[in-house]
């Protein structure tokens, strides 16, 4: 039996953390040929991930360079699949979400006439320059794509008002399958200072905040707003795993570094990440995965940015866009913090994100088009 050939290519964390638990499907599929390619437009950060899966790449770039600049990812991306994709010859290749390996990926496949299919699809604020590039990077992706998986209903309706309808799957994400890898019961954190907090005594803020369109002020804002609310609030404390960049970390620690309330910690493995998540008061982020994480597990999330491509969770009341002006961002976090009602209003699990069997559907669909294309 002649079997599919897929490649999925990825880089970032957030990409390998949604999806590893898809490869694990297509490893499993008789029929599909697997084969994983990771640029490694992170490093470390990616490395963690593909441990904690077990997953073992057919080909890495390894390209991350110190303050890699969006040109020079997406050239050596480009230069470097030139050869490979030739070389490897899918009949698909699978790329996800809104990246810049992602883009780069979608087009080096475009130029050998290898088919798409596009995993997280439909997502959007309308704003190119936010989240930038991301914006801008899955709109690319939409133009070259062959096949959608969009985890919700309002990311298909997106991609019909572009106009895009053929071979468009509501999936879930495929975050939601990777907590089945990833929560356990009685678990121990491999993170030190994680396992000397005390959940009885304290309120736990678990923070992240990364994105390219914050760097500079809109960090130093936030920063100075979790600074304020510690001080303010004596049984408060945030677990902080500040991203490698070093734009990054320069502005958070040298606002945030000497409040011994405030964990600054390095990045944690997904495991360590989602388990603690799910035992924290609230979370404040920039991030886009952790504001499908958070509604998972009835967890508060504040948003720290002045939009959101995710409106599910805003509308069923468990996320709230908070901007990035340092007032709002405290008020807005005080008022969780003080008013026990508000907090309860938010404090439910729901689940517009999936169901966890987004990557059992995205193979399926997978098979079925690839018979429409006389590839079995
Ligand atoms: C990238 C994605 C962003 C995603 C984020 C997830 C683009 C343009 N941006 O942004 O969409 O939300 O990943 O985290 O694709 N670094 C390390 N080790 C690592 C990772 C990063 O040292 O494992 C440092 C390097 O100095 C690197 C810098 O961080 O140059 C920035 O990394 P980069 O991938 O360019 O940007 P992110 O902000 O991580
Ligand atoms: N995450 C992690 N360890 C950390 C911080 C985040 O495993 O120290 C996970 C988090 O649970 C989520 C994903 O990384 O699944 C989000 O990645 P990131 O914030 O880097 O990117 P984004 O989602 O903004 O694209």
Redesign the pocket.
Known sequence: MKKIKVLSIFG???EAIKMCPLIKKLEQCDEIENLVCVTG??????DQVLDIFSIRPDYDLNL?????T?TT?TTSVLSALETLLKQASPDLVLVHG????SSAAALAAFYQQIPVGHVEAGLRTYDIYS?F??EM?RKIISQIAELFFAPTVKNRQNLERENIRKNVFVTGNTVIDAFQYTIKENYRYKNEALRLLTFEKKRYILMTA???ENLGIPLANICRSVLRLVQDHSDVEVIYPV????AVRETVFQIMGDEPRIHLIDPIDVEDMHNIMSKSYLVMTD??GLQEEGPHFGIPVVVLRTETERPEAVEAGTVVVSGTEENAIYNTVSELLNDQERYSEMAHAVNPYGDGHASERIVREILTWSKTQGLK
């Not at 991350?64 to 890699?68: F, G, L, N, Y």
């Not at 991203?243 to 070093?246: F, T």
């Open positions: 970032t964390r957030p437009q992170h490093r470390q950060m990616l991350m360079k110190d303050r890699q969006l990812i809104d990246t810049t390996t989240p590039p991301e990077n990364h994105r390219r991203h490698l960049n070093p991030s886009g």
